[in-house]
T-cell receptor, first 109, second 114 residues
Framework: SQQGEEDPQALSIQEGENATMNCSYKTSINNLQWYRQNSGRGLVHLILIRSNEREKHSGRLRVTLDTSKKSSSLLITASRAADTASYFCSLQGAQKLVFGQGTRLTINP | DTGVSQDPRHKITKRGQNVTFRCDPISEHNRLYWYRQTLGQGPEFLTYFQNEAQLEKSRLLSDRFSAERPKGSFSTLEIQRTEQGDSAMYLC????????????FGPGTRLLVL
């Protein structure tokens, strides 16, 4: 299956703490993308990491990719209440994106 | 606003009725995608256009579903004879010419079939 699987399915932390989400997959990939979805809204692209890259940063976000282990992680540092959302990793399958079930992150004030 | 727009944002219909959704992609993007998302799940691919050509359709897209992109700009997704199982969020996304580029999503149309 080309689908990524996020872990954990749900994560609840205190504001200011770091949040780490993981994505595992089974096929070879060209790139892996992380998206965020606030409740009832569309998806917002966060980071795209290509198969020849190991780490990328964007503001408080850090994504790593280990192609030997077929896994990726998304780290959000110094979390804020506004980070409360579902986070999805997606694999590029030909033209379409294939999404997992996501990690539901809750930031408690 | 130059993002992807979708209309309507919400639709409530009775079982058996037909519904049509519209998506306006980012103007310079030639690729347009439709996804469906049910509660607690990630989006699932439905179909994809490059310009006006529909190049791929998922097996999820039954005969009751049809999508068009007549002039390579906006797209419509029609569901005929709606069923309760069609209740979901329908998401549209667009991307530039190059494969593997980021997809930009619209806010979605939430459909409830009673």
């Amino acid at each position: 299956s080309q689908q990524g699987e996020e872990d954990p399915q749900a994560l609840s932390i205190q504001e200011g703490e770091n949040a780490t989400m993981n994505c595992s997959y089974k096929t070879s990939i060209n790139n892996l993308q992380w998206y965020r979805q606030n409740s009832g809204r569309g998806l917002v692209h966060l980071i795209l990491i290509r198969s020849n890259e190991r780490e990328k940063h964007s503001g408080r976000l850090r994504v790593t990719l280990d192609t030997s282990k077929k896994s990726s992680s998304l780290l959000i540092t110094a979390s804020r209440a506004a980070d409360t959302a579902s986070y999805f990793c997606s694999l590029q399958g030909a033209q379409k994106l294939v999404f997992g079930q996501g990690t539901r992150l809750t930031i408690n004030p | 606003d130059t993002g992807v727009s979708q209309d309507p944002r919400h639709k409530i219909t009775k079982r058996g009725q037909n519904v049509t959704f519209r998506c306006d992609p980012i103007s310079e993007h030639n690729r347009l995608y439709w996804y469906r998302q049910t509660l607690g799940q990630g989006p699932e691919f439905l179909t994809y256009f490059q310009n006006e050509a529909q190049l791929e359709k998922s097996r999820l897209l039954s005969d009751r579903f049809s999508a068009e992109r007549p002039k390579g700009s906006f797209s419509t997704l029609e569901i005929q004879r709606t069923e309760q199982g069609d209740s979901a969020m329908y998401l549209c996304a667009s991307s530039p010419r190059l494969a593997g580029e980021t997809q930009y999503f619209g806010p979605g149309t939430r459909l409830l079939v009673l």
